[in-house]
């Protein structure tokens, strides 16, 4: 008798749920609403129509001259080089780490099973790794690119090193946490097989484990590269170089048809950037 109760009690609740949830979210977003002070009727006032027109005016048409935008090469390829080199440290710091941070590699799953069973010491000091690797991942991520490059400029000085090391300590915490999901993720039945054979730990994660995950491992990497793209340009605005730096400087005095330009040529590197992702997501 007591288990239709139970049954009946959790079907309840289940249903109650999403009402509780809905009535949370509403309040949640009416509160939101009032305290960041959000009032679409300012782009409808004369003062920030003014503005608008001003603005939109001032970009048309684009500053297409051909010595604006010699000048412009340099920053173009300074952009693109920041976002691969900080890509490369990202993936330089969050791979290994990614792997420490994954439980049924460092602690649990079947490569440990054998390892930790009847040695408390060992299954302690492997735990620790594991949070330790958690938490640098988690701490890495906490702090924007922004923060993580005024830091930077304030080390290393102004110039790309900056944008570069800002990218690659803040997208390393985040592909070491994606990386150490998609590790997670992998069908076991693989490693089952290939540790009844006799594999060892290194063999079985070249042969079992990374193909499984690759293919996942390189999209999403790609997918950061085109982030990179998009955070080398807004780095630049701390003097990190690149598009953003010069991003500033036509802000500053008002080249609102220069900023247009500048706004197509970082378009462009998306788009083109997309465009070879998508054709090695298409080979893998």
Same mark, same amino acid.
């Given at each position: 008798?007591?288990?239709?109760?139970?049954?009946?009690?959790?079907?309840?609740?289940?249903?109650?749920?999403?009402?509780?949830?809905?009535?949370?979210?509403?309040?949640?977003?009416?509160?939101?609403?009032?305290?960041?002070?959000?009032?679409?009727?300012?782009?409808?006032?004369?003062?920030?129509?003014?503005?608008?027109?001003?603005?939109?005016?001032?970009?048309?048409?684009?500053?297409?001259?051909?010595?604006?935008?010699?000048?412009?090469?340099?920053?173009?390829?300074?952009?693109?080089?920041?976002?691969?080199?900080?890509?490369?440290?990202?993936?330089?710091?969050?791979?290994?780490?990614?792997? #420490?941070?994954?439980?049924?590699?460092?602690?649990?799953?079947?490569?440990?099973?054998?390892?930790?069973?009847?040695?408390?010491?060992?299954?302690?000091?492997?735990?620790?790794?594991?949070?330790?690797?958690?938490?640098?991942?988690?701490?890495?991520r906490a702090i924007p690119e922004?923060?993580?490059?005024?830091?930077?400029?304030?080390?290393?000085?102004?110039?790309?090193?900056?944008?570069?090391?800002?990218?690659?300590?803040?997208?390393?915490?985040?592909?070491?946490?994606?990386?150490?999901?998609?590790?997670?993720?992998?069908?076991?039945?693989? #490693?089952?097989?290939?540790?009844?054979?006799?594999?060892?730990?290194?063999?079985?994660?070249?042969?079992?484990?990374?193909?499984?995950?690759?293919?996942?491992?390189?999209?999403?990497?790609?997918?950061?590269?085109?982030?990179?793209?998009?955070?080398?340009?807004?780095?630049? #605005?701390?003097?990190?170089?690149g598009l953003g730096q010069q991003?500033?400087?036509?802000?500053?005095?008002?080249?609102?048809?220069?900023?247009?330009?500048?706004?197509?040529?970082?378009?462009?590197?998306?788009?083109?950037?997309?465009?070879?992702?998508?054709?090695?997501?298409?080979?893998?």
């Open positions: 008798m007591k288990t239709p109760a139970r049954l009946s009690f959790n079907n309840s609740e289940k249903s109650v749920f999403p009402y509780l949830f809905g009535l949370l979210f509403v309040l949640t977003l009416a509160d939101s609403w009032r305290r960041v002070g959000v009032d679409l009727l300012v782009f409808f006032e004369r003062q920030g129509r003014e503005n608008i027109v001003k603005f939109l005016g001032g970009m048309f048409p684009p500053d297409l001259s051909s010595g604006f935008l010699a000048l412009m090469v340099g920053p173009t390829l300074e952009t693109i080089q920041i976002s691969v080199m900080g890509t490369l440290i990202a993936i330089a710091l969050g791979f290994p780490i990614g792997i #420490l941070a994954t439980r049924n590699f460092s602690v649990g799953g079947i490569l440990n099973e054998a390892d930790t069973a009847g040695a408390p010491a060992r299954f302690a000091l492997r735990f620790s790794i594991y949070c330790f690797a958690r938490g640098l991942l988690s701490f890495f922004f923060v993580w490059a005024f830091m930077f400029v304030r080390a290393v000085g102004l110039g790309p090193f900056p944008g570069v090391l800002a990218i690659g300590v803040a997208y390393g915490g985040m592909l070491g946490k994606v990386y150490s999901e998609i590790f997670e993720a992998v069908n076991p039945r693989p #490693l089952e097989a290939l540790q009844s054979t006799g594999a060892n730990k290194l063999q079985i994660f070249f042969y079992g484990w990374l193909p499984q995950v690759f293919p996942n491992f390189i999209s999403y990497t790609l997918y950061r590269w085109e982030c990179a793209v998009r955070a080398s340009a807004i780095l630049g #605005l701390v003097g990190a170089g991003i500033e400087i036509s802000m500053r005095m008002f080249n609102f048809n220069e900023i247009l330009t500048l706004l197509i040529v970082l378009f462009l590197m998306v788009a083109a950037v997309d465009y070879i992702s998508a054709k090695v997501r298409a080979i893998l």
